[in-house]
């Protein structure tokens, strides 16, 4: 189903505030809960989210109940070397509560890839780029498993380093390319069963 042009620029203006979205006709879409780092997001929040192929949401890809406890995140850091040592843990607990702070005062803490599979009626989707939240991309991966191609960027930190390990040990998926030396690691994956 077409659009208006005004219609479809209404969409567009809407699509920044939440899920105003028509998802027949959306291709791509991007989770983003902090507005208070411009300077990294938004020349490309402003850039795509004017496309009608896009569809921006201000909302986080999971609720805050989904997000790692402390002590799992402490055992992480005592038990794997990854670059997220780097840091002390007192800096890398910040990060977390910090996060799990901003969601619940802005009233963000959604489980925002679920609704748009619901709304969207999305089964599984094509490809998907984890590089939110340090603490996020474990339940994030949770939500997309068996899209056909899963990018992970930060594979040598807390965000993707189990879900690297994951997808090498399932073999429904298959490694693309991965470099765990570029800045923090990366790696792409694709379904192949």
């Not at 005004?6 to 991007?30: D, F, I, K, L, M």
């Not at 989210?49 to 992480?76: D, M, T, W």
Request: one cysteine or more; hydrophobic letters at 35%; charged letters at 25%.
């Amino acid at each position: 189903m077409r659009s208006s042009r005004s219609e479809a620029r209404q969409a567009r203006e809407a699509r920044p505030h939440g899920y105003e979205a028509h998802c027949a006709t959306q291709s791509v879409h991007a989770f983003i809960a902090s507005r208070s780092r411009p300077s990294a997001t938004q020349p490309s929040w402003e850039r795509w989210g004017a496309q009608e192929f896009v569809c921006c949401h201000h909302a986080s890809s999971i609720p805050i109940e989904r997000f790692p406890s402390a002590a799992e995140v402490k055992r992480f850091y005592d038990d794997v070397p990854s670059r997220l040592r780097d840091f002390d843990l007192a800096t890398v607990l910040g990060w977390l509560q910090q996060d799990i702070d901003y969601l619940r005062d802005h009233g963000l803490s959604t489980p925002g890839i679920a609704q748009i599979k619901t709304r969207c009626a999305i089964e599984t989707f094509d490809a998907v780029l984890i590089d939110g939240s340090e603490f996020a991309g474990r339940a994030e991966l949770d939500e997309v498993y068996g899209a056909r191609f899963l990018l992970l960027d930060d594979t040598e930190t807390f965000k993707n380093w189990e879900n690297s390990r994951r997808l090498q040990a399932d073999a429904s998926y298959r490694v693309v390319c991965a470099d765990p030396e570029t800045r923090n690691g990366f790696a792409v994956y694709e379904r192949v069963a």
